[in-house]
């Protein structure tokens, strides 16, 4: 009797560590669940208004008009790249001329990827708005909140945005001194924060108390986009952009993944331009995209749903307001306003032999974009082809 009274204690026993040991198990497992990356993130919409149809006449009218200016902008097909002017999402001009590689001979046509240089801080800005948008982030939010090692405690994600955190241009202070960093070795977004955190490099000015353009703020805000998102910069925006947009053309350069196959950027004189130990900087520049997958962006920015009203006006309001002019920088976005409330925003871009623009006339629902991979600053002057569609009274000093 006591044997089988001691035998169904140690099988009670025997249960109970068990049982417990599946408890433990499955709680090990939710805690690690919990711990994975939810798809949860915000995605971008495309347009969902209905815009107006454009007129036959319409649309002759203004490519005459466009076809003219291109005609004079590069003369004799000198163009090397990619162009197209936009009305209510329906393509009213588009020209593809030039090379992709000249000594492969291969030609840039409509899915022909370029380096829209400087174009991606909008495009990382507008990752960050979702992101502000949905509540995962704030824009008066502390950045050492986000990134713990971030060293500069006065800084927010606003000031970023703005270009108005004081930091130093990345560009400058790895390059003077070999002490900081060595340019055999390629530098990466970790890398910036923390040589910022380590080497003491000072702030050019208090924050927010001027405006200075800094590539050091967009390479912060891709490595807060990855914190946020527990995902790569690339994945990010895969999954809040492009795929939701179907921007089948676009993608963030990866240096050894893509070094060797990615289009070649060109000086003016058609000599190639090599890569160099900051070209895996993402979220300031190296996204690769064509017109017809930004004008996908473009008007998805412009839906009513992309931002809530409130935070929407932030987005297009001038924060660089220390000296008077029209010239004028919003939340990841270029602006000139005029004295008689006209307002023209914009972004531009350039790196090595890469330049872009991206102009987006809201209240027109016209969209304009230019990209080269061979240096030229005619790339810039798509703006005078502002007037054809709204009261943009460009002057030479404006350009």
């Known amino acids: 009797m006591n044997t089988i009274k001691k035998t169904n204690i140690l099988h009670i ?3 109970f560590l068990i049982l417990g040991s599946c408890a433990k198990e ?34 002759t009218a203004k490519k005459n008009a466009i076809d003219s200016f291109y005609k004079k902008n590069w003369p004799n097909n000198s163009a090397n790249g990619s162009f197209l002017v936009a009305k209510n999402g329906q393509i009213i001009y588009e020209k593809y001329e030039g090379y992709a590689n000249y000594r492969a001979k291969k030609s840039i046509n409509k899915s022909t990827s370029l380096h829209i240089a400087s174009v991606s801080k909008v495009i990382t800005a507008t990752a960050i708005l979702k992101l502000v948008n949905a509540d995962r982030i704030q824009l008066d939010q502390k950045v050492n909140t986000v990134l713990k090692e971030f060293p500069y405690p006065d800084i927010t994600i606003k000031t970023l945005l703005n270009h108005r955190s004081g930091m130093r241009n990345y560009a400058y202070f790895t390059d ?15 890398d910036i924060l923390t040589i910022m955190a380590t080497k003491d490099i000072g702030l050019e000015f208090k924050p927010d108390t001027r405006f200075s353009y800094c590539n050091t703020n967009y390479a912060i805000l891709a490595l ?33 993944r893509d070094k060797d196959t990615a289009v070649t950027s060109y000086k003016g004189n058609k000599v190639e331009i090599g ?8 979220g300031d520049k190296n996204i690769y995209s064509t017109p017809r997958d930004l004008l996908k962006f473009d008007r998805a920015r412009n839906s009513p749903t992309f931002l809530t009203p409130a935070l929407q006006s932030q987005v297009y309001k001038p924060y660089s307001n220390e000296r008077k002019g029209t010239k004028n920088y919003g939340l990841g976005i270029r602006m000139v306003n005029w004295e008689t409330g006209q307002n023209f925003y914009f972004h531009n871009g350039w790196w090595h032999g890469n330049t872009s623009s991206y102009i987006t006339l809201r209240k027109e629902g016209v969209t304009i974009i230019a990209l080269s991979n061979k240096f030229t600053r005619k790339t810039y002057d798509v703006r005078k082809l502002a007037p054809l569609f709204g009261d943009y ?7």
Do not use: G, S
């Open 13 to 15: 026993c025997l249960l």
């Open 224 to 256: 807060i986009i990855e914190k946020i998102t527990k995902l790569p910069y690339k994945e990010a925006m895969d999954k809040i952009i492009f795929k939701p947009l179907q921007m089948k053309d676009t993608y963030v350069f990866d240096y050894e």
């Open 26 to 59: 499955k709680k090990k497992v939710e805690v690690q669940d919990a711990q994975l990356p939810k798809d949860t993130l915000p995605k971008m919409k495309p347009l969902d208004k209905l815009e107006p149809k454009l007129t036959a006449n319409y649309i």
């Open 393 to 399: 009274p460009f002057k030479l000093k404006d350009e």
């Open 275 to 282: 890569k160099d130990y900051l070209d895996a900087i993402y």
């Open 176 to 190: 003077r001194d070999k002490t900081v960093w060595d340019r055999h070795d390629i530098l990466t977004n970790q």
